[in-house]
């Protein structure tokens, strides 16, 4: 078993973040740009990307400022003990645009173990594009 990197970002890296030699990559190349340095991510992969690697630091305010204002929740509940083990995206579809805005869908698998028990989060998104800032919606029904 190889352990990743200390710093190595959560999410396992990013199509554009930068591979150091040995090939981890970093939380500050990676989902770091978006959560704390206010770069837009360029599309809804890289905003699931990082709304995971939120989750894992538990970064409300980056969760309900990447959350789209009509589903937001008041507060994000974060389980208590839960240990993130590793995000894997099954798919990826732009969905062209809607009065105006750009749209995609989403599926992804989060795995994390809560109080000793592994599960799986699988749930396919949708995600719209407000102003250059790429937000999630809700889960496809
Ligand atoms: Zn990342």
Redesign the pocket.
Known sequence: MTLPAPDA??????PT?IRRKGGA?G?TD???RFIEKGQLPPDALHLM??RY?AFVLENESYLKHTWQAGYRPNTVEFEVGAKWLGLDIKDYVPTGVHEGHETAELEFVARVRVAGRAQRLHERSRFVCEEGQWRYLCAVT
Do not use: H, L
């Open positions: 970002c959560p999410c396992g890296g990013s973040a990559v939380y990676c989902c770091g990307r990082s690697t």
